[in-house]
C-alpha cells in the first residue's frame, strides 16, 4: 500500500515557470514532510522540509505548501531553471528513533530554455 | 568528511551469485539505511538501522541481510541474486532523530543477468 502518492509522473516547463508537484498522505501520524533532489548519476539530497504546524515554507526559489486537513502538500519552483532539471521525491515520516522515511514515486522535471 | 560513501558504484552479477554492497559513512551519525530505486517505484526501503548491533527489515527485505557491527558500517549483502534485484541501491545515514536531515551515497548500480 503507498502511503505516499506523488503526481505528476514526468513535467516539462520553460524556463522562468512555476512547476508544481504534488503529494497526498494517508498516514496521519506523519509529521515531517521533506523533499529531496535527484541528478542522474547522483544520490538524493535533502532540498527543503516542512513540519504540520506551518502552511509554509519558503528557503530561496522553492516553496512547499502544506494542507493539513487534506493530508496534501506541494513543492513549488519560482522561476525555474534549466539548472533544476532533476527528479524530485516527496516522503513522509513521524518523529522517533526508529521513524522512516516514506517516499513518493518520483516527479521527473525538465526545464526547457 | 567524505560523507556517505558506496563501492562498487557498477556491478554485473550472474543469477545465484552472491556478493556485499558496501556503505561507510563518517559523520558519527547513529541511524544508516539501505534502499533500492527503481523505475516508477520511488526509493523503497529494504533494512535499517538505528545503531551497532541493532538491524530491522524495511519494506522489501527478502533476499537481502544486513549487519552493523560499527557505528561506521553497514554493509547489504545479497545471499543469491535474482534478475529482480537488478536496481540502483542507495546507502543513507543520519542522526537518530526522524526529523534530521538523512544523507545519501551517490548509488550501486547493480545488474543481475
Known amino acids: 500500500q503507498q502511503q505516499v502518492k506523488q503526481s505528476p509522473q514526468s513535467l516539462i516547463v520553460q524556463k522562468g515557470g512555476i512547476p508544481i508537484i504534488n503529494c497526498a498522505y494517508e498516514n496521519t501520524a506523519f509529521d515531517y514532510f521533506p523533499w529531496y533532489q535527484q541528478f542522474p548519476g547522483k544520490g538524493p539530497a535533502l532540498l527543503i522540509a516542512i513540519r504540520p504546524d506551518v502552511s509554509e515554507k519558503k528557503e530561496g526559489r522553492f516553496t512547499i505548501s502544506f494542507n493539513k486537513s487534506a493530508k496534501q502538500f506541494s513543492l513549488h519552483i519560482m522561476d525555474s531553471q534549466p539548472g533544476d532539471s532533476a527528479t524530485y521525491f516527496c516522503a513522509a515520516s513521524s518523529t522517533g528513533t526508529a521513524s522512516k522515511l516514506t517516499f513518493g514515486t518520483g516527479t521527473r522535471l525538465q526545464v526547457t530554455l | 568528511n567524505a560523507g556517505v560513501t558506496q563501492t562498487p558504484k557498477f556491478q554485473v552479477l550472474k543469477t545465484g551469485q552472491s556478493m556485499t554492497l558496501q556503505c561507510a559513512q563518517d559523520m558519527n551519525h547513529e541511524y544508516m539505511s539501505w534502499y533500492r530505486q527503481d523505475p516508477g517505484m520511488g526509493l523503497r526501503l529494504i533494512h535499517y538501522?538505528?545503531?551497532?548491533?541493532?538491524?530491522d527489515q524495511g519494506e522489501v527485505p527478502n533476499g537481502y541481510n544486513v549487519s552493523r557491527s560499527t557505528t561506521e558500517d553497514f554493509p547489504l549483502r545479497l545471499l543469491s541474486a535474482a534478475p529482480s534485484q537488478t536496481s540502483v541501491y542507495f546507502c543513507a545515514s543520519r542522526r537518530q532523530g526522524a526529523g534530521d536531515e538523512q544523507f545519501f551515497g551517490p548509488g550501486t548500480r547493480l545488474t543481475v543477468l
Open positions: 538501522s538505528v545503531g551497532a548491533g541493532i538491524t
